[in-house]
């Protein structure tokens, strides 16, 4: 019994998994229309576009890396899928490739640009935040150009009842990279190059490409939540996913996600998400004013890596 509530204490996602049951709980006393089948709906719905950028921007955190232009890549690679079609005339399934690739290069640059000089990732993909909105904006003019009817839209956002396509294509994504971090030897190298990046280095493990393989990794994952949202919106807005980024890091932060590197998983990433939609639906449900919902984050984010902190030493405490 001893080793089971240890091993279950050293878990980086229990204290969060803690917090959204009794987040859950509370609303659903509170609110009694929260646990109805319509509001879980909407819940359902709004999930897999934050969930599938989280699962980026926390393989990246485990990598020991940040990156702040994913809200930017949210909106600048379905914005080039929709004006390759409507503008330049591409084939949908081309265009699609060129927003992927677009997502790809911005990937690739912020870890080439942070490696190579050895500057923080922070820096790089701040500058990157402002460089990739810039381009969006002035790509359309300022306004969303028309949405071509030819995008193959059913599979990605077609309404399945409970919830939308997209949530199919956030299980799988979900499972992928959960057997690839904690089942594959990519995955000890991700964890490795976050935790003890020396010693990932002497036992011959290519902390480097590790690393701009997570970031391409974290840019492409934003880029297809932003295609999810604009064929779901029908729309390519320039402003789309402003935000994006600090909710994505702080929904890793809260799953148990640790900022120095090394420690986080993808269940983590799930609750952590499931928390801050929940809360901002809950918010709602009980009549509370929205505005509180940024707060509610916030102080959740603060609270969680208290929390985990002191959960991880009573598990150490555990002899």
Known sequence: MHSITKA???RPEISALVMLIAVIVGFSLYAPQFMTYANIRVTFF?????????????ILMIAGEFDLSVGSVFALSPLVMVIAVGRWGFDPVIAIAIGFAVALLVGYLNGWITLQFSIPSFVTTLGMLFMARSAAVVLSGG?????????????FVADLGLFRASMIWFVAFAVIL??????????????ATGGQPQAAADMGVNTRRVK????MLCSFLAAFAGMVTTFRLRSALPALGEGLELQAIAA?????????????????????????RV?????????????WFRFAIGALTIFAVILNMWVRRRARAMH
């Open 8 to 10: 279950l204490l050293s």
């Open 46 to 58: 709004a999930f897999p576009e934050l969930g599938i950028v989280v699962l980026g921007v926390g």
């Open 143 to 155: 306004f969303p150009p028309p949405f071509p009817n030819e995008f193959p839209t059913a599979i």
């Open 178 to 191: 959960g057997v690839m971090l904690h089942f594959s030897n990519l995955g000890n190298w991700i964890y």
């Open 212 to 215: 701009i393989f997570c970031f």
């Open 252 to 276: 890793a932060v809260i799953g148990g996600t640790a900022l120095t590197g090394g420690i986080g998983s993808v269940i983590g990433f799930i609750v952590g998400t499931g928390l801050i």
């Open 279 to 291: 809360i901002d639906n809950g918010l709602v449900m009980a009549r509370i004013d929205a505005n």
